[in-house]
């Protein structure tokens, strides 16, 4: 028996949204161009820029348009998060041609997030994307709280699935499928990729744990054999979900890729240039930086 | 495809020796007492209680056996640590009735930690298991540096296996096959173990990972998949290696507790008293406990 493990898996960074979005303190434009580009230079191939959300709610996305302005080149799929049709009117001003929309599949935590209930975010985000589909722009669905939802507790599958149905459906290129508070256990991890992968075969399917736990790399390692080959994660371990009480940082990229190499998987990431990302932003964050790759190396990083 | 977990899987309690071994300050011998007892209180049924190292050396041990002596009882496995001949004399004097030897299969490891080749140990071990076994002794082989030595690099899967092979030739009850330097990646996990469960089917086979790069989880999760129900883990994550320089903690009991009961795979194991354990011990160690399951839950254990 073998553990049937891809030879190849693709990172999607969200630090520069998921994870910034959480921080207190606001990080100056220019550190995150900076950031994003040291980034890309480490080899990270699919970015989460920024997020068109209100600056009222989200005063640290309020620079989005100077983010995605000097940011976006063709190298690499640049994308920005909108969470409604406001965010989306805002998003194709720009050259950015993929577009990151979210939904909880727990109502309550929808409901507590962006005030809509599943049903009500769905019923406005299927013409939204349509439109997007007809422009030529890559969809990716986000789809919150899959697993187990701060106020609901657990998720059942099934609703999980039949979000990610409507989604396809709806066109998305992509499923980014998360455990938004960290809480999933790796045989969760493995059942329900098992089942997503297998009812959803034309659609990239992409997995997002966040490490409250410390579970997130068992549960990449058990997506891993569901054949997952995409994953989310944040430079330096950041992020957290300011809707999701007590979700700590996502799972680190550069844990994350460490891992995946040593196995023998590639990510096309340089770890070391990838420390060097971390540096830049580093000095503006309000909370030490957590991963474990990032404490045992940070020194020897020029 | 399943992942083809166990149902149930056997906790080894370290903490009191191999994690206290590792701590700068003497950790008064009431307080080891009441932390071994309170571990067992836990559900712990194989726990190993101290060393019968030189208190030259390792002063930590030095009140081996009044730990033994108080202690012992009949409900679990109360496992001493012998380095030698030495040590033997010593265990043999109490009324333990289960004892570990440990053999590096890196040479300069083993060099570096006993002062001996691993040939000159083995040599000196056998004869020693055959008269232990002849009294009726439990023997447990404690495998050190079985992936990676920190003099020499990666350890072959063969010579690993071929040790394993003279312990149990000699007459060992369990083989405990250790990560030392938490460097393993779950596919060597994996394939290790894998390999080892054929070859020695009637032998306790134990699995002991250090959280150095953030993998012990993950590469008990592979294990598991091996075939592999017995796990050496610390309360607390407790522990280190003196002679393998920047090791970490093993992994910690209540994340490998956490982690295999969200599974559904039985330990046998509260976590609520477990925690108690810990905080027994807390206060009189140099350095804080890093369980993320300690973090998580501390302030809510009486």
Same mark, same amino acid.
């Given at each position: ?28 434009? @220019? +550190? $995150?161009? #900076?950031?994003?580009?040291? =980034? ?12 068109? *959300? ?99 507790? @657990? +998720? $059942?599958? #099934?609703?999980?699935?039949? =979000? ?12 980014? *499928? ?122 020897? *990083?020029?």
């Amino acid at each position: 028996m073998t553990l049937g493990l891809p030879k190849k898996v693709t990172i999607i960074e969200v630090g520069p949204r998921d994870g910034l979005q959480n921080e207190k303190s606001f990080v100056p434009t @220019e +550190v $995150k161009k #900076e950031f994003i580009k040291s =980034l890309k230079n480490a080899g990270l191939t699919e970015v989460e820029l920024t997020s068109f *959300v209100s600056p009222k709610w989200v005063p640290q996305m309020g620079d989005a348009a100077e983010i995605v302005a000097d940011c976006l080149d063709g190298d690499t799929r640049d994308i920005v998060l909108a969470p409604n049709r406001k965010g989306i009117d805002r998003v194709v001003m720009t050259d950015c041609k993929a577009v990151a929309v979210f939904v909880g599949v727990s109502n309550t935590f929808n409901k507590k997030n962006i005030n809509k209930t599943t049903l009500e975010s769905m019923a406005e985000l299927k013409p939204i994307i349509g439109e997007l589909k007809e422009k030529g722009y890559f969809v990716r669905a986000c789809i919150s709280t899959a697993f187990y939802c701060p106020y609901e507790g @657990e +998720v $059942k599958p #099934e609703d999980a699935v039949e =979000l990610c149905r409507q989604f396809v459906e709806a066109g998305a290129d992509e499923l980014s *499928v998360a455990d938004t508070i960290g809480m999933a256990a790796p045989h969760e991890s493995y059942e329900l990729f098992s089942r997503l992968k297998t009812e959803f075969p034309n659609t990239l399917l992409t997995a997002h744990f966040h490490d409250t736990r410390k579970m997130a790399l068992t549960n990449i390692f058990a997506a891993l054999q569901a054949g997952v080959d995409r994953f989310d994660t944040s430079a330096g371990g950041l992020g957290g979900c300011p809707f999701a009480p007590g979700a700590a940082g996502n799972a680190a990229t550069e844990d994350v890729v460490y891992m995946l190499e040593r196995i023998g998987i590639e990510t096309n990431v340089d770890l070391e240039k990838l420390m060097q990302a971390v540096k830049i932003v580093q000095p503006h964050l309000s909370r030490p930086i957590e991963s474990t790759y990032f404490r045992l190396n940070a020194e020897t *990083v020029k």
